[in-house]
């Protein structure tokens, strides 16, 4: 193969070997950053559909040297397929109850509950329930307040497996919510088959209810089975009042989004809904 040139030259395209030097360049400044603790927690809010403040949900952020603030969309990919997830998802998980402990005391954010993201490789690791309880009591948070987010994309992976770790967490006192629901693989089955909390419609279908003749049925439908199943029910990305007004007169029991509230650093959020701001 070595003397076959133009099969070599195939993989020597420039524009790809541009595009692998920024993959690793990207890496290295992944790993650079979690070592400098570049990586911040951000909160959003979540509010019953009667406008009480219910809990909130940890969106990290990366906090580059020159300032720049960049999103999950542009790295949880690559830190997923580089392994850095699992030291990246430990650190928010870690920061994340610490929060919660910091909140015990004070009387508004005592009451929250924090969902936060989890990556299918975390709980793919045969440690991950071990490595969740030693952060809760290394914290000292209530794991009553916690609350682990997942996607469809779990299910494909073995699925007894996955359950009886759901239990064994489950058995700590923390609860599961089922994240960007619908868009991916799954069965109305499995909604039986492991412990789940709350359903979180995504935002895809939230986004035209109250314009598109499809949306609205689906929704409709998606809220009415998580009410049969006893499962809460959170919509993402409410930006309007059409949509919050859709969802409230369709049973909804909790919205986040723009239009309640944006994605915060931590401290703001504290300040913000805090008791002791308030006082
Ligand atoms: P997600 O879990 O579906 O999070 C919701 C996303 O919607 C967030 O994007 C949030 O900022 C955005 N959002 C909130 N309200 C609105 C709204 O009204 N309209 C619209 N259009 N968008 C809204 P973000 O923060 O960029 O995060 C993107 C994704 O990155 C998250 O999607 C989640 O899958 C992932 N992610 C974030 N933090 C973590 C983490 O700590 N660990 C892991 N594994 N994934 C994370
Ligand atoms: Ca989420
Ligand atoms: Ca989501
Ligand atoms: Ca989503």
């Given at each position: 193969a070595k003397s076959d040139g133009r099969h070599i030259a195939r993989f020597f395209d420039p524009g790809m070997q541009a595009a692998a030097d920024r993959q690793s360049a990207l890496e290295t400044g992944l790993r650079d950053g979690l070592a400098r603790h570049q990586f911040v927690l951000f909160c959003q809010p979540q509010f019953s559909i009667?406008?009480?403040?219910v809990g909130a949900e940890v969106l990290v952020r990366w906090r580059r040297e020159n300032g720049a603030l960049v999103s999950p969309g542009d790295f949880i990919g690559l830190a997923e397929s580089s392994g850095l997830i699992l030291p990246l998802g430990h650190y928010v998980l870690e920061e994340s109850c610490r929060a919660l402990a910091r909140w015990?005391?004070?009387?508004?954010?005592?009451?929250l509950k924090l969902a936060v993201n989890v990556s299918v490789q975390q709980l793919r690791g045969p440690d991950f329930p071990a490595e969740v309880a030693a952060i809760l009591a290394r914290s000292g948070a209530p794991s009553r307040k916690l609350c682990l987010e997942l996607t469809e994309s779990i299910f494909a992976d073995d699925k007894q497996d996955l359950a009886d770790k759901m239990h064994q967490l489950c058995g700590q006192g923390l609860c599961f919510s089922l994240d960007d629901f619908g868009t991916g693989y799954s069965s109305l089955a499995y909604l039986k088959r492991f412990p789940l909390a709350a359903l979180k419609i995504d935002r895809s279908f939230v986004h035209d209810v109250h314009v598109d003749p499809d949306a609205g049925p689906i929704v409709k439908a998606i809220i009415a089975l998580a009410r049969q199943l006893k499962l809460e029910i959170v919509a993402e990305g409410v930006e309007h009042e059409e949509q919050r007004d859709f969802l409230a007169r369709s049973g909804c029991y909790a919205l986040q989004g723009y239009l309640l509230g944006a994605p915060m650093p931590i401290e703001d959020f504290e300040s913000m809904y805090g008791a002791a701001g308030h006082a």
């Open positions: 009667r406008g009480r403040l015990r005391g004070d009387r508004a954010l005592g009451k």
